[in-house]
């Protein structure tokens, strides 16, 4: 089936948002990337299940977003189905410690919520701009906490369209990332375990986690947070500012002066800018301290692999 009478069918099929030519700069962080054939925003997990099966029925090629904030999109764009869930499935509910959450819900949100219920755990969340489905993917973390220390288990659709509910020792967290890189199954909900916590305490600690973050993290500008993984034995930012590449640009994109493993956009930044600017970086430390950087940021298209393959 032609991606037109994709993009159609899915109107009929779904109750949520079906456009076509959608720019992903609109849906990244980085406010890079060209148009996704088509984007679609379900309405809830039957609109998204309804989705999923038909796209498995054509085997169309697709890509889950949450909330694009730690993806690089080509400046082609993307043929195939982009589905977003940032946004989209964001129940909160809360019982006995435990917090029941769709995979769209906003990190900074949950974390909120915990908060208001004398929940502890979550607060090293706060900043994070992520949905609560790509915090799982990518066991985003910070402070020396991460996602694996808080999920109990995570609900998913597989590829073959039915519904599991996977422990946390199955989801095979990895230092910012876990086995849903190769499974391709789609988080839809998620359960997280944190300890009561004196309520006040919690929102000073929030507080205080927000004032480093305007100091240390250039948020004045549209990036993807730290672009590479931590090497064993040091944080990258601090290999990239001792090879004095803070600052360094390639076209709009920038090594930024206030936390060096952030890659800025400074306004029309592309996605050839970044992955060159990325390339030097990681070359120039990798031949003065022989350190291996390997990218943290995703990077996507324009092509997709098909699931089913
Ligand atoms: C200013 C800033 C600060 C940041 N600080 C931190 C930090 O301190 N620590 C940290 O770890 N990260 C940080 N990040 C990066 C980013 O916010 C996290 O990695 C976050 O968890 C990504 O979530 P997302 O919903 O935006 O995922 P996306 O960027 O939308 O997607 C990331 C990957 O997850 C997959 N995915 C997303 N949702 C689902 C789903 N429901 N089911 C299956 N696959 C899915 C996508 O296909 C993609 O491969 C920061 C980013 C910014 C912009």
Not at 74 to 99: H, N, P, S, W, Y
């Amino acid at each position: 089936m032609r991606i037109e009478a994709v993009a159609s069918r899915l109107g009929e099929i779904m109750r949520g948002q079906v456009r076509t030519n959608e720019p992903m700069s609109y849906h990244t962080s980085f406010r890079i990337g060209g148009p996704a054939d088509v984007f679609v925003i379900p309405r809830d997990v039957l609109d998204l299940k309804a989705c999923l099966d038909f796209l498995r029925g054509e085997r169309a090629p697709f890509l889950v977003i949450g909330n694009g904030t730690n993806i690089l999109v080509a400046d082609e764009g993307i043929r195939g189905i982009v589905i977003k869930i940032g946004g989209a499935l964001r129940d909160v509910d809360i019982t006995d410690g435990q917090i029941i959450a769709g995979a769209g819900a906003g990190l900074p949100y949950v974390s909120r919520v915990a908060c208001e219920r004398g929940l502890s755990g979550l607060e090293f969340a706060t900043g994070i701009p992520g949905s609560l489905g790509g915090a799982v993917f990518m066991n985003a973390g910070a402070y020396g906490r991460a996602m694996q220390d808080v999920v109990v288990s995570c609900e998913v659709i597989t590829p073959e369209g039915d519904f599991k509910t996977y422990e946390r020792d199955y989801v095979g967290f990895r230092p910012r990332g876990s086995r849903f890189e190769e499974s391709r199954e789609v988080i839809v909900a998620v359960t997280l375990r944190l300890e009561p916590g004196d309520r006040e305490a919690i929102r000073r600690e929030l507080e205080s986690l927000a004032r480093s973050r305007e100091e240390k993290q250039p948020l004045e500008y549209p990036s993807a947070g730290c672009v590479f993984k931590n090497p064993a034995g040091g944080g990258a930012g601090r290999y990239i500012d001792w090879a004095g590449l803070k600052g360094l640009r390639i076209g709009d994109a920038q090594v930024s002066h206030k936390h060096a493993n952030f890659v800025v956009n400074l306004g029309r930044a592309t996605c050839k800018d970044v992955l060159e600017l990325m390339d030097v970086v990681a070359s120039t430390v990798g031949e003065r301290f022989g350190v291996v950087l390997r990218p943290e940021i995703r990077v996507i298209g324009p092509q997709l692999d098909v699931p089913w393959d």
